[in-house]
């Protein structure tokens, strides 16, 4: 069975830096595309960024792009993601997901979730 456990999470100050990980298990993975999502209270979740398992980032959503960055170490099975001048807004649970088909922005998509990891950025 497919795992996804989420690490890193924690508080910050805005405009610091955090990275998390998702660390897969119960693979192989070679198909797979891998994503970033985030909930925040009473807002529905958001895509964050995506890349393919054994391929390139597939994309980024607007409000991440050019500080965030996705991306893998597939000899470890871990997706990371850095993030980077990092805003109140930014405040959310942080979930990695897997999507056995062509990648999406979409989250119901995905079919495995992690269990989320809690970013707190202050102001």
């Known amino acids: 069975q497919v795992q996804l456990v989420e690490s890193g999470g924690g508080l910050v100050q805005a405009g610091g830096s955090l990275r998390l990980s998702c660390a897969a298990s119960g693979g192989p993975f070679s198909g797979v595309t891998m994503g970033w999502f985030r909930q925040a209270p009473g807002k529905e979740r958001e895509f964050v960024a995506a890349?393919?398992?054994?391929?390139?980032?597939?994309y980024y959503g607007d409000s991440v792009k050019g500080r965030f960055a996705i991306s893998r170490d597939n000899t470890k099975n871990t997706v990371y993601l850095q993030m980077n001048s990092l805003k109140p807004e930014d405040t959310s649970v942080y979930y990695c997901a897997l999507d056995y088909g062509l990648g999406s922005k979409s989250a119901t998509d995905y079919d495995r979730w992690g269990q989320g990891t809690q970013v707190t950025v202050s102001s």
């Open positions: 890349l393919y398992w054994n391929g390139p980032v597939i």
